[in-house]
């Protein structure tokens, strides 16, 4: 039994050593038959000897779908793969069957499983066990096999080999590696990811399997990191390298429907772009399909269902402040674009005085219509003041106002001045101080600001600027599996204060304090001996 078209199965497996089509559907006429032409194929065993649980909780024999062909097969042309997909296309499945195989039909295999948590695991490891009870018992008994080792973490075999489920993996040598949903791993726990990156995937030999595949998530974690550099790689494989499949939800037979839906002008659009990306046609009920489903996920269509791999990595990450609101009225309404400065219009400056010595500048104008255009950004560490004012005066741009932070009033005990002294000293005219209000308040201006359609973005001057808004974000509490109410403080969020200062400034409609001269004496009496740490 087979799942595809003789057609199908010929193109995906050309060139490889693997059973003619035929095979598949026919029965063995001996034992010796058995054993010696269908039982020695491992590709044959996957499609004919297993039991699983299918979506509808019945069970049913495991066979291989058009994805899992896909996948499978890039693994005997290359043994390590990185697989970016939509969801419900049966990867984590095949792998978990595959290896089962392995550990019954390998002596002393090593097999790691690793899942992003401990309720993932359990699953896992209830349905590994289900492959065990429901193995034949001829085969049982002709490899003379029995469960060794039946534990939370593991499943030991009487030949010697073993399959480890765990949420992570930090010794030990492996001869098979699947991690599933390694995105989302990398975006809740980057040091767990970095550590399989440079611990886990080190003790595996050179020509052993390894597979992991995710969904999306927006951000500039190690999952798009690790896909960035396999789609990006020119030249021959090593073994240390990984080869990269996108699995679209147009490839997935199970994405069509046949009640027919109405095509609204923004889906046509879509389907355009997906056509013309792919190279090919869509089929109506596939259209159906989208629409439909588009329209119980909504915005997180994007991350369960991509088209191309740049769709599933322009979606919103859980915990995004301003993820989905920045794709859907900047990225996609074509309002990142280049050359977006205007020399009739003033230039203002929004700074953030960061802790640590880390800066970020936003060099912003208002249009005529109020629309907010961000022109141009820097961002540095571990300089002094007179370094970033360098910076704001040797652009060439006419500043208008600079903005800054309320605590720019703090003095440093150092030098016993504030920083707005400090600028004013080294020539800073026209300092706004921004109100003192809550970090949310300002989110919220920032968000009111997207979704007002008046936002533009420089994408060549501004491309730091354009990740921070995609990748700001909720602290996420490991404790409690849940998004905390407040930002992660990370790479991305001292350029998110800086946007959120513009936010608040006057120039975009807000209200900031002129701190001239004479009222500066009066603000330094207000103003305690607190010590923020930047040396100035």
Not at 323 to 334: E, F, I
Not at 480 to 506: F, T
Request: glycine content about 6%; charged content about 25%; some cysteine.
């Amino acid at each position: 039994m087979i799942n595809i078209t003789k057609e199908q199965y010929e193109a995906i497996y050309t060139g490889l050593d693997v059973p003619p089509y035929e095979l598949f559907h026919s029965s063995p006429k001996s034992d010796q038959d058995l054993w010696l032409n269908m039982m020695s194929s491992k590709l044959w065993r996957l499609n004919n000897l297993y039991t699983i649980t299918n979506k509808d909780g019945e069970l049913v024999r495991f066979v291989m779908n058009f994805a899992q062909h896909i996948v499978y097969a890039a693994t005997l042309r290359h043994p390590r793969v990185i697989v970016l997909k939509s969801r419900q296309q049966g990867i984590s499945t095949l792998w978990l069957v595959s290896y089962f195989d392995d550990s019954v039909f390998e002596e002393n295999f090593e097999i790691g499983l690793m899942t992003q948590g401990i309720k993932e695991s359990k699953t896992l490891f209830r349905r590994v066990k289900r492959l065990w009870e429901e193995l034949p018992t001829f085969v049982k008994e002709f490899l003379n096999l029995e469960m060794a080792t039946d534990t939370k973490e593991e499943i030991g075999l009487s030949n010697g080999s073993t399959m480890y489920i765990q949420t992570s993996f930090r010794s030990g040598t492996l001869q098979r590696l699947h991690i599933s949903e390694f995105g989302k791993i990398a975006a809740k726990y980057p040091e767990k990811a970095l550590e399989t990156k440079t611990g886990t995937l080190q003790t595996i030999r050179i020509g052993n399997t390894v597979v992991i595949e995710s969904t999306a998530e927006t951000g500039d974690n190690e999952f798009k990191n690790m896909w960035d550099i396999a789609e990006g790689h020119v030249g021959q494989l090593t073994g240390k390298d990984f080869t990269p499949i996108f699995l679209s939800w147009a490839d997935d037979p199970d994405c069509n429907i046949d009640v027919e839906q109405v095509i609204s002008k923004s889906a046509q659009e879509y389907f355009d772009y997906l056509e013309e990306a792919r190279g090919s046609e869509l089929r109506d009920h596939q259209k159906w399909w989208w629409v439909a489903q588009k329209r119980e996920l909504e915005d997180e269509m994007g991350r369960e269902y991509p088209g191309t791999a740049e769709e599933a990595f322009e979606v919103a990450r859980d915990g995004s402040y301003y993820g989905s609101l920045y794709r859907d009225h900047v990225r996609k309404q074509g309002k990142l674009v280049t050359g977006l400065y205007d020399n009739a219009l003033d230039v203002h400056v929004a700074m953030d005085l960061g802790m640590n010595d880390t800066f970020s500048v936003v060099f912003f104008q208002i249009g005529h219509d109020r629309s907010v255009r961000l022109i141009d950004e820097y961002h540095n560490s571990g300089e002094g003041l007179s370094h970033y004012v360098g910076q704001i005066y040797s652009r060439g741009y006419d500043i208008a106002d600079v903005y800054v932070p309320h605590d720019a009033m703090q003095r440093d005990l150092n030098t016993n001045m504030t920083r707005v002294a400090r600028l004013r000293e080294l020539g800073v005219n026209n300092i706004r101080l921004l109100p003192r209000v809550g970090v949310a308040i300002g989110i919220e201006r920032v968000r009111s600001i997207i979704t007002s359609g008046k936002l533009w973005v420089d994408s060549e001057k501004c491309e730091y600027l354009d990740k921070a808004f995609r990748n700001y974000t909720k602290q996420w509490d490991s404790k409690l599996g849940q998004w905390k109410e407040k930002p992660l403080h990370n790479e991305w969020s001292n350029p998110a204060d800086a946007i959120r200062y513009m936010a608040m400034s006057g120039a975009s409609g807000s209200v900031a304090t002129n701190v001239s001269a004479k009222s500066k004496k009066k603000a330094r009496r207000r103003t305690s001996n607190v010590v923020d740490g930047m040396a100035i």
